[in-house]
């Protein structure tokens, strides 16, 4: 650059620059002035306030300025006194300045400008202080109230003191009046000044605290303004600090569950996802997970510099390592189960509450299905301790299926309805409904008459002696005959798979014949009516062939005699 274009490039922004600058004088000439605002009342009663302690504080530096004065030509023996009255009135005058300065600024605390001294290091001091940011955040909800009841509370205790202090000057102003040696009325008069000092340092601080609990006081404002302040401060602060921790998580647990959708469609073979290596990748992946996420909220408040939140999360980790301790033991028993690597096994048969189950899914929440059994059970994996499952066999899971026909141990007939984890539906004869306990009747002595596709049912029929010679060969073809034809007619004859009829023993008063029928499961209803068929044929082909059906023998002993009565024999 030559000079001469130096030159006009420094005339140029001389030119700018005095452009500006009376372009910004003519701007202010021309702006009107700000007209001057009407003092308020806390204004007018501050600035009354300074006065006074301006007042006070200049009689202050009279008497301090006399006293150095006086310490300048006084002797040994005086000197003790004038120094402490001079420390006195120093700390005094600092007092008032501080009030001063206070009143100035419409009571702000000025507590935090005090150098803190350093000492030497102390752990505990040291916990006090990381614990502070966590308590100081608790304790600003609460802080204005706190300050509020402390200014009152030191109002009510200065207002006690001036009562003593009147009381101390009562005395010393009747003692005053009293004829005294000269010294004793210095003495006297100089104790008046010190306690009229005193109460007027009580009035001052008096006065100080009223001015800064008006001052608090006055900031008050209506709840609905609070209370959408706080929201407002909540929401731009650490409601937003929450938001950014919670999508920070919520973008790890979407990154990883992406991570494993892609993982998982290489598992081609389901089987795969039951083998022990599989579950432990998986609750690996899952405690990977969640690690991750609770490091990514942290990091959101370390970065946002959130101190709250940052300490309430390394409490709560804390905490819950803590916690560990006592639930490590459970915990690893937990954890075996879930890794199918326990004495309880996925896929096994387990005993629970007395009927089996097999273990459809063991999780969190592990789920017991039977196949006879409508409905599941989810158990907790607490309550899973202690259980032991054993390989699945090909014996049933339960000795009943819905439907079926139930010969019940108090001799009546029962329909199974419905199984459920809990109870048993049954129907009894003439629709009769009635339940049992699914556990109870797992272990209840009752006869199927439908598992096996066939039942039996049995009778017992008697004749007389008189026909002792028909008894093998002729009785027991007609009652099969009669049997037989009897069965023909009620429409029982294709449900019938096979008969017995045989000589069963010589009673003690009659001919026994066992009588067995077995019939196909579709006809277990009419169990009553084939026991009933049964004596109804024998007695039909005793009739057929007068044969005598005897009573009941019954013999009687009385002294050297005895009585026999066989009223059926007809002999």
Not at 323 to 336: A, D, M
Not at 426 to 450: H, K, M
Not at 530 to 559: D, Y
């Amino acid at each position: 650059m030559t000079r001469p274009q130096f030159r006009s490039l420094v005339i140029y922004f001389w030119l700018c620059l005095t452009l500006s600058f009376n372009g910004a004088m003519a701007q202010q000439a021309t702006e009107p002035e700000a007209l001057p605002t009407e003092p308020t009342q806390t204004q007018l009663d501050a600035v009354t306030r300074l006065d006074a302690l301006q007042e006070s504080q200049a009689a202050l530096d009279k008497r301090l300025r006399e006293v150095n004065a006086a310490l300048q030509k006084a002797d040994e023996t005086d000197k003790p006194a004038l120094e402490t009255e001079r420390d006195a009135l120093e700390k005094d005058i600092e007092r008032l300045k501080r009030a001063f300065e206070q009143v100035a600024i419409g009571g702000v605390d000025l507590n935090f400008l005090e150098p803190e001294e350093e000492g030497e290091f102390d752990w505990q001091q040291e916990l006090i202080e990381i614990m502070q940011p966590l308590l100081e955040n608790v304790k600003v909800l609460t802080e204005k109230p706190r300050k509020i009841e402390k200014l009152r509370s030191s109002i009510t205790l200065y207002e006690d003191r001036n009562e003593s202090i009147e009381k101390a000057l009562q005395k010393l102003m009747e003692l005053e009046e009293v004829k005294a040696t000269e010294a004793t009325r210095k003495r006297l008069e100089s104790l008046i000044a010190n306690w009229q000092r005193q109460k007027q340092e009580n009035n001052d601080a008096i006065e100080l605290a009223q001015f800064q609990l008006r001052a608090l006081q006055g900031d008050n404002v209506s709840w609905w303004e609070a209370l959408r302040e706080s929201v407002n401060e909540f929401l731009s602060g650490r409601g937003l600090t929450l938001l950014v921790a919670m999508s920070a998580a919520a973008t790890v647990w979407l990154v990883m569950r992406f991570l494993l959708w892609i993982s998982r469609r290489r598992v081609r073979d389901p089987r795969d996802r039951t083998m022990t290596r599989y579950r432990l990748a998986a609750y690996a992946y899952s405690a990977l997970t969640t690690i991750l996420m609770v490091v990514a909220a942290i990091i959101v408040f370390y970065v946002r510099g959130d101190v709250l939140l940052l300490g309430l999360s390394i409490l709560l980790l804390a905490g819950a390592a803590l916690g560990l301790r006592n639930t490590l033991p459970r915990f690893i028993s937990e954890t075996k189960l879930l890794l199918n690597v326990g004495a309880l096994r996925e896929g096994e048969r387990v005993i629970y509450k007395g009927v089996p189950w097999q273990v459809s899914s063991l999780n969190l929440y592990t789920t017991l299905k039977n196949p006879a059994i409508d409905g599941v059970i989810r158990l907790p994996l607490s309550e899973l301790a202690g259980m032991t499952s054993r390989p699945v066999s090909a014996e049933p899971w339960f000795p009943h299926e819905q439907q079926d026909y139930l010969l019940m141990p108090n001799g009546k007939l029962a329909q199974i309805i419905r199984i459920t984890p809990d109870i048993t539906e049954l129907r009894y004869g003439g629709g009769a409904a009635g339940v049992i306990s699914t556990a109870e009747l797992y272990t209840l002595d009752a006869l199927n008459l439908t598992r096996n596709g066939s039942f039996g049912v049995a009778g017992v029929f008697g004749i007389d002696y008189a026909h002792q010679s028909l008894a093998i060969s002729e009785v027991t073809a007609k009652f099969r005959n009669t049997l037989q034809t009897a069965i023909d007619e009620h429409g029982l004859a294709e449900h019938l798979q096979s008969m017995l009829v045989d000589f069963k023993s010589a009673g003690s008063s009659s001919l026994d014949y066992l009588i067995y029928l077995t019939f196909d499961s579709k006809v277990a209803p009419s169990y009553f009516s084939i026991e009933r068929l049964i004596q109804q044929a024998c007695v039909k082909a005793c009739n057929e062939e007068n044969w005598g059906i005897p009573f009941p023998q019954m013999t009687l002993h009385s002294g050297d005699f005895r009585v026999t009565s066989d009223s059926g024999s007809g002999q």
